[in-house]
């Protein structure tokens, strides 16, 4: 860990010394431009540093204290619908550590668990104060939902670049079909800030501290309430979510 934050810092410092090293400019906007650059730049170093620190729960950060059930009831899902063990994920669709988790570890478990029938998984949002495009990706991706594509603007919000401008969303919606001019009216509405709040406000009764975070249980016969029995916190290895799921499974079966 402490080696991921020296890399971090190097880069930082890297980063200064380049701009500082560059020859002098006459036009001042030229400058101007460049000071902007390293702003944005360092700033997305820094947040990166703070989000890393955040997902290291040292000694004095309090435990996870999620409830012992959890209603899922009307919510959309990926899975099939006898699924008897669901994950819930709290997450930050401008979190590069949300992002490493979808590109790394969940198509592990997307074939082992949720295209085989045995698991359901359901999405959260925690969007972080220090990530300017989170909340609009979280609504863009609830809005999705009234064109039928929730979950495929969930997957397009985490792909292969963290920039989420308004221009950049209306890219990914565009690639996927949707009614980009419908979207964006949704997207500046408030229409599903009570959805959003609700996760905010879950994961902070739960003491959830980063992203991404999962709450893993077992499923009522209805399938609307899960009995929590498990978390993991951060990109964890596959072999973490395997080792909560299996005995879940066993337990169900």
């Known amino acids: 860990m402490m080696r991921s934050l020296s890399i971090l810092a190097l880069a930082l410092l890297v980063t200064v010394s380049a701009a500082a090293s560059q020859p002098g400019k006459d036009d001042l906007a030229k400058l101007k431009d460049q000071v902007a650059q390293l702003n944005a730049q360092q700033q997305q170093i820094l947040a990166s540093l703070d989000e890393l620190k955040k997902m290291v729960r040292g000694p004095g950060q309090p435990e996870l204290k999620p409830p ?14 006898a699924a008897k063990v669901a994950i819930i994920e709290y997450a930050d669709f401008q979190c590069p550590f949300c992002r490493r988790f979808e590109s790394q570890v969940y ?30 990706a979280a609504r ?6 009234e064109q039928g594509k929730f979950w495929e603007m969930h997957d397009a919000m985490l792909g292969d670049t963290a920039s989420l401008t308004p221009a950049d969303i209306d890219d990914r919606a565009g690639k996927l079909g949707l009614n980009v001019p419908d979207l964006d009216k949704c997207i500046s509405s408030n229409r599903f800030a009570d959805i959003i709040q609700r996760g905010i406000s879950e994961a902070s ?18 399938g609307n309430v899960m009995s929590v029995k498990k978390t993991v916190v951060g990109a964890s290895p596959f072999e973490a979510f395997k080792a909560a799921i299996d005995p879940l499974l066993a337990s169900a079966n």
């Open 68 to 81: 012992p059930t959890m209603s899922v009831a009307g919510e959309l899902y990926k899975g099939e619908p």
């Open 107 to 136: 198509p592990n478990i997307r074939d082992s668990y949720i295209q085989t029938g045995k698991l359901k998984y359901f999405h959260r949002d925690m969007p972080l104060v220090f990530h300017q495009g989170a909340m609009p």
């Open 140 to 145: 863009a991706v609830h809005c999705a939902s």
């Open 205 to 222: 009764a739960m003491q959830v501290s980063g992203t991404p975070t999962f709450i893993i249980g077992t499923l009522d016969a209805n």
